[in-house]
């Protein structure tokens, strides 16, 4: 069964540091999203992605984040300058269409240090 | 705007019981999508169910059912004669169709714990 897959599982950062989260949505979606996870807290959207351009992004996805699609398979989340409230758990989701099932990934643990 | 919640935060159980998780919803917009995912303590997010706002047809899958009442703005879940491997966190979530939006909305998860 087709799966998102993301890499790494734990990134351990210094404060201030660029840091890129990668994933691999299911291979006929056309739709991509990124959330996040404070640990212990609900889960929250940060942006979604479709058509090699961001369709919406929360307030918490300020300057400081950006997403691409380098190539037909992967999908990044780049954090420019990560701070210490970053730290938490990212998870990339994909949907075939608008407004469909979003597929979760295992998530990448961000530690900020 | 979207809102999502769930009131209980943390539910234990004795294998075999039946528990039901609420999830209540507000939305301004007339089609949208309901949603539960499972979290084991592994971390990932599991999808158990979707559903749109025109089907109120109530939902089994094995020891799992579901009741939507949009009249109550509800979407309950239920799970029958629990099992030690239900234990998670599950979160309700609501996305609205219209507009463009397509973000996922969840609740603050409720931690269910089945005791052997």
């Known amino acids: 069964e087709p799966e998102v897959t993301q890499t790494p599982s734990h990134q351990v950062t210094q404060m201030g540091q660029e840091v890129i989260l990668r994933c691999v949505p299911i291979?006929?979606?056309?739709?991509f999203y990124w959330y996040r996870q404070i640990l212990g807290q609900k889960v929250e959207f940060l942006v979604s992605?479709?058509?090699?351009?961001?369709?919406?992004k929360s307030e918490i996805f300020d300057d400081q984040f950006s997403v691409e699609r380098p190539d037909g398979s992967n999908f990044t989340l780049k954090i420019r300058s990560t701070k210490l409230e970053d730290s938490a758990m990212y998870f990339c989701a994909s949907s075939a269409r608008e407004a469909d099932t979003q597929y979760f990934g295992p998530g990448t643990r961000l530690t900020v240090l | 705007a979207q809102k999502v919640t769930q009131a209980q935060t943390e539910i234990s159980v004795v294998e075999k019981e039946d528990v039901t998780l609420d999830c209540v919803y507000e939305?301004?917009?007339?089609?949208?999508?309901l949603f539960w995912y499972k979290q084991p303590p592994s971390g990932e997010l599991v999808f158990l169910i979707r559903?749109?706002?025109?089907?109120?047809q109530n939902e089994i899958s094995g020891r799992y059912s579901w009741n939507f009442q949009k009249s109550t703005s509800s979407f309950n879940f239920t799970i029958t004669a629990s099992q030690v491997v239900d234990s998670a966190v599950y979160f309700c979530?609501?996305?609205?169709?219209?507009?463009?939006?397509?973000?996922?909305?969840f609740g603050k998860g409720m931690k269910l714990t089945v005791n052997p």
């Open positions: 559903r749109n706002s025109f089907d109120e």
């Open positions: 979530a609501l996305s609205e169709a219209q507009g463009g939006s397509e973000k996922l909305v």
């Open positions: 291979s006929n979606h056309l739709y």
């Open positions: 992605f479709y058509n090699n351009e961001i369709s919406e």
């Open positions: 939305t301004r917009d007339t089609t949208y999508y």
